[in-house]
């Protein structure tokens, strides 16, 4: 079995099985998977799968697995699901129920715009790619023959890579209506075929004249991409209108022909016309804003970008590019909205040298900063940046500096940008062309992406941490979220810093009683399974099998710890004893999902006071264990001297003199 079987097969259980998945597709990078019960899913085990790069739950339940390997595993993800005994008929049902919900859930204008443009365009994306490195290659290989020291077969290569790589830009409304058609409740054929006379060499044989605007006379391409959508969305109307209208005897006769016929006349005679000078107002627009406010432009389009890629928005930009790389051969906006990963880069190597002890967040990056140096920034910005907050804010502004000196270089040097639409990052650098030779644009844009990652990383650094966040994540955490260091008592370890001394005092021979802080099976610590407790590295003590989710207090005292996540706190009593509750192993990585705090550090509770609420059937299955530790953290001053397995308190403490917190 393939590395991207194994991937495949382990998403496919993680996700819920093959009954858990209504249908599956993918974009660039990512897989897109509808769940029919997105609780079934375990995905802090799909996070921790070498190869996936991150996830977002929105319509779909995404898995980013990046370009090229996508493909692959979505593949045999649907090898799997067949193999599984996955009805295609059933499937599809399903799936059609949920999208069908989905819809209902997001059913706004605006969101169902955007969509409907994402789906038209996204499918052409690889497209778009090959066809664009395939005219650079051209690009170059034209360099080298103008130069003349370019090899005969060269020179009679260059016509063929000129058409291969020509081809489908000529036709992409075509391409544009087949699709538009589909998410319009259309033919596909009708709305390719409709689209077709845009491009038809023959267009330019009709003249005809309008009042006020004169003699119109059309141009192959005229409209473009625009012009497809709108005639194919019109085809789509007709015909929809006239299904059922007509008798069936007749349908098939009449429908497309009345479709494609009315549509057509509408795209010769208002379409092309229209469509043509949006197009050329689109085109027109862009480079007179880049050349002559480029530097704000660039500031303001490379700061927005990735918040609107977040809210999905970006794709609303497709069309754009698309008339962009028709009218001028490429779009420089495409190479300034780039500089937004840029400074998610400078942002991320920021944090991993400033958060220098945080050693799970710094293998994160780690992972995810190869990716997004080469355009993928999914990883980066879920996994990194916006759950820090801050940082994402500064990332973007280095992003907006990167933008800037882009749009300089659009507006004192020259145009720059890319042939086609998809890669960014170091990826895009194939598909860079300007009218100063591909050479200005490589130069152009690196300098940008320079530009970006150092914004960021000194915007980050400096000012991206308040002295709060910054002692909250650089701690230098064990598994447990507990700090730790070469100097550091593993029985402070376990509680923060802000514990504070008590001050109290404590009679020798003083006996206090530790409550079960759970309802459940007390165990020995001895048989945690976990070092760090079990060997008794932070301190004596028992666990508890829970089987209640309400996790209270042990003793009466002051809580001196709390974590923010609620998978462990510590109570210190008057007398100076700390005790500690860890609930559960490896609780911490679910950053607190399903953990309700009941009360905050420096509260004052009795003995048997809930804490921390706990949704233990959401818990259970994606920790190691349930197991809560109680931990006696200064055992040397009350060591323990009575232990009890059912009734009665399962510890009794005798404190061995005058006592005064650890922390004093």
Not at 43 to 65: C, F, H, N, R, W
Not at 169 to 178: D, E, H, K, N, T
Not at 405 to 422: C, E, K, P, S, Y
Request: charged share 15%; with cysteine; aromatic share 8%.
């Amino acid at each position: 079995m393939s590395a991207n079987d194994e991937l495949a097969s382990e998403l496919l259980r993680l996700l819920g099985g093959p009954g858990n998945v209504a249908g599956v597709e993918n974009c660039m990078t990512r897989m897109r998977v509808s769940p029919v019960d997105r609780d079934l899913i375990d995905e802090t085990a799909i996070k921790s799968l070498p190869g996936v790069l991150g996830v977002v739950d929105d319509d779909t339940y995404q898995v980013v697995l990046g370009p090229g390997k996508v493909t692959k595993v979505t593949d045999a993800f649907r090898q799997q699901l067949g193999a599984a005994g996955a009805d295609a008929d059933a499937l599809a049902a399903r799936g059609a129920a949920i999208k069908a919900g989905q819809k209902q859930r997001n059913n706004t204008p605006f969101k169902n715009f955007i969509r409907k443009i994402a789906n038209i365009f996204v499918p052409l994306i690889p497209a778009l790619i090959g066809a664009g490195i395939v005219a650079a290659v051209r690009g170059l290989l034209v360099n080298w023959v103008t130069v003349g020291t370019a090899p005969e077969f060269v020179e009679a290569i260059v016509p063929a890579l000129t058409v291969i790589g020509s081809a489908f830009f000529a036709f992409l409304p075509i391409f544009a209506g087949i699709n538009a058609a589909k998410e319009f409740g259309g033919t596909p054929a009708l709305g390719g075929a409709v689209a077709a006379i845009i491009v038809f060499a023959g267009i330019s044989d009709v003249q005809y004249s309008l009042p006020v605007l004169g003699d119109i006379v059309l141009a192959p391409g005229q409209g473009g991409v625009i012009g497809a959508i709108f005639a194919a969305g019109l085809c789509a109307w007709i015909e929809r209108s006239l299904r059922g209208k007509i008798p069936d005897a007749i349908d098939i006769l009449v429908t497309p022909t009345l479709a494609l016929l009315i549509s057509g006349l509408a795209t010769i005679f208002v379409f092309m016309f229209v469509a043509g000078n949006i197009a050329s107002a689109i085109g027109a627009g862009a480079i007179w804003l880049l050349s002559n406010s480029g530097l704000l432009a660039g500031f303001v389009l490379g700061g927005l970008f990735l918040p609107l890629v977040m809210l999905g928005l970006h794709q609303a930009l497709i069309p754009i590019h698309a008339t962009l790389i028709e009218q001028v051969g490429f779009t420089p906006l495409l190479t300034i909205l780039a500089m937004a990963g840029a400074g998610q880069v400078g942002a991320a190597l920021a944090i991993y040298f400033k958060l220098n002890r945080n050693k799970s967040l710094r293998t994160t990056i780690k992972g995810a900063l190869p990716v997004g140096i080469l355009g993928v920034g999914e990883p980066l910005i879920y996994a990194v940046t916006l759950p820090l907050g801050r940082p994402f804010l500064t990332a973007c502004l280095g992003g907006a500096v990167g933008g800037a000196v882009a749009g300089a270089f659009n507006q004192f040097a020259g145009a720059f940008g890319a042939t086609a639409i998809g890669p960014s990052g170091w990826a895009l650098l194939p598909l860079l062309q300007s009218d100063n030779g591909q050479g200005y644009a490589i130069l152009a844009y690196v300098v940008g992406l320079l530009a970006g990652y150092v914004s960021g990383f000194l915007i980050t650094y400096f000012w991206g941490f308040t002295p709060a966040l910054l002692a909250e994540h650089n701690a230098d955490q064990d598994e447990y979220g507990a700090p730790r260091g070469e100097d550091a008592d593993p029985a402070r370890a376990a509680a923060p810093a802000s514990a504070v001394a008590s001050g109290a005092r404590a009679v020798a021979g003083q006996r206090i009683d530790i409550l079960a802080p759970v309802e459940g099976t007390v165990i020995r610590l001895s048989d945690v399974e976990d070092e760090a407790f079990s060997a008794g590295t932070m301190g004596d003590g028992f666990a508890v099998e829970p089987t209640s989710g309400d996790f209270r207090s042990p003793v009466s005292g002051t809580i001196t710890a709390l974590f923010p996540t609620g998978h462990a706190f510590g109570v210190t009593t008057a007398e100076g004893l700390e005790v500690l509750v860890h609930i559960g192993l490896g609780t911490v990585d679910l950053h607190g999902e399903g953990f309700d705090l009941k009360r905050a550090e420096g509260d004052v509770v009795e003995a048997g006071d809930v804490v921390v609420a706990v949704d233990l059937e959401a818990v259970r299955g994606r920790v190691r264990s349930l197991a809560t530790p109680v931990v006696v953290l200064n055992g040397a001053a009350f060591p323990i001297v009575e232990r009890r397995t059912q009734d009665g308190p399962p510890l009794t403490v005798e404190a061995v003199g005058v006592a005064t917190s650890t922390r004093s």
